[in-house]
């Protein structure tokens, strides 16, 4: 059995442990309320001492994701996983809030970018206007569970940021301009693991994974109005995306 408490890489051998451990626990390999193995069993595992497993499975216990129960061994905690459902006129205050507690939003930067990024351009076919960006972070209950950036054709929204209110609602803020309605087109869903700037963003372990959806929405006659590049914490929201029906 190796003694190293290193990896070739020079990262700590118990994070890469505890990271393929959270890797399991969120991706539903090891369901919550289910035992982990033993200490022996898992530094047979990983070929480790039982040391460096027990520093792993104290890191998942800081995150609340694994607890200890004496004569018994560790488990899986229990946790709510909260279900976001995007369809035609997906919001996300209202998916959310309802069932999983107060939701809200937390505005951390506006800017209206000149040059923005040609995915942006392209999407919202701003033929080279300004566009507005906005960066969110929503919580539930006062647990961050997304990491957001809205864009916006900023001739089309003026004075959007200013109406941003305490409860964070883009659709609010929409309607204050004199937007009452608009429609998500276009969805997609990728996974990746979390920056640093968004693993503290969203109060996330180093090397957490995000479900990351780019939607584009528009206004009822097709006309580009928003899109969102919106990263969520895996282990706390499910996605559940719904057929969409036509716009009438």
């Known amino acids: ?66 607890v200890a129960r004496r004569g018994s061994g560790t488990f899986v905690a229990e946790h709510t996983v909260l279900v976001h459902r995007i369809g035609l006129r997906t919001r996300l205050t209202d998916s959310l809030g309802p069932r999983g507690g107060a939701a809200s939003g937390r505005l951390l930067e506006s800017a209206v970018e000149a040059d923005p990024p040609r995915e942006v351009a392209e999407r919202l076919q701003l033929a080279g206007r300004a566009a507005l960006r906005l960066e969110i972070v929503r919580s539930v209950d006062g647990l961050p569970i997304a990491r957001g950036t809205a864009w916006l054709d900023d001739e089309r929204v003026p004075g959007l940021a200013d109406h941003f209110g305490r409860d964070g609602s883009i659709t609010a803020a929409l309607r204050a301009t004199g937007i009452d309605d608009y429609v998500r087109v276009s969805t997609t869903v990728s996974g990746r693991t979390a920056t640093t700037n968004e693993a503290e963003d969203l109060a996330l372990p180093t090397g957490s994974m995000l479900l990351v959806v780019k939607a584009l929405n528009t206004l009822p006659d097709g006309t580009p109005l928003l899109y969102n590049v919106t990263r969520f914490a895996a282990d706390r929201v499910e996605l559940d995306v719904e057929h969409a029906a036509s716009v009438s």
């Open 1 to 66: 059995m190796t003694t190293q408490s290193r990896s070739p890489s020079g990262y700590s051998a118990w994070r890469l442990i505890a990271d393929a451990l959270r890797g399991d626990i969120v991706g539903g390999v090891v369901a919550p309320g289910s035992k982990l193995p033993s200490e022996s069993e898992l530094a047979a595992r990983f070929d480790v001492h039982r040391h460096t497993v027990r520093q792993a499975v104290a890191s998942l216990a800081a995150d609340h994701l694994v």
